[in-house]
């Protein structure tokens, strides 16, 4: 497999994993989740935020579609969940949570998505990239 097809698997598969959480959240009913992240400490607002965030960038991810930006977007939203809920759970949480672990794999797969962008012949961001080259010249 080249870096091509396994830059595009992981953009995918990272795209996939927000977008069922996202609509998760959306399922649970946002009410729910934003009573969840007060009781948390954070402001309930966020939960709706990051519910459309992670749709609307999971979406994104998967066609290829401003990859480093929703990259970057999902780091953010890593970090907040890690230093605001995971780290307390330890590596591996216990029986009432998980831990940071997961979070930790998608951390990087975010990181490497912000370095290499789309990299892939299947993706929208390649197609504007294409269009707007053939533009210039």
């Known amino acids: 497999m080249n870096h091509n097809t396994t830059n595009m698997l992981l953009r995918i598969v990272l795209g996939l ?3 069922v959480h ?3 959240k959306f399922q649970t009913g946002l009410d729910q989740v934003a009573m969840w992240f007060s009781s948390l400490g954070l402001p309930g607002l966020l939960a709706y935020l990051v519910a459309w965030l992670e749709v609307l960038g999971g979406i994104a991810l ?6 480093r930006f929703f990259s970057g977007a999902f ?3 890593l970090v907040g969940a890690l230093f ?3 780290l307390s759970a330890g590596f591996l949480g216990d029986e009432s949570t998980t831990g940071y672990e997961f979070d ?8 490497h998505l912000l370095n ?3 990299a892939s012949r299947y ?3 390649l197609y504007f990239h294409q269009r707007k080259s053939q533009l210039d010249e």
């Open 104 to 111: 930790l794999a998608l951390l990087a797969i975010a990181i």
């Open 123 to 125: 993706s929208i961001d």
């Open 22 to 24: 996202g609509l998760d």
């Open 17 to 19: 994993i927000f977008l």
């Open 116 to 118: 290499v962008g789309p």
């Open 62 to 67: 998967i066609v290829g579609f401003q990859t």
């Open 84 to 86: 605001s809920v995971k």
């Open 75 to 77: 780091i953010l939203l």
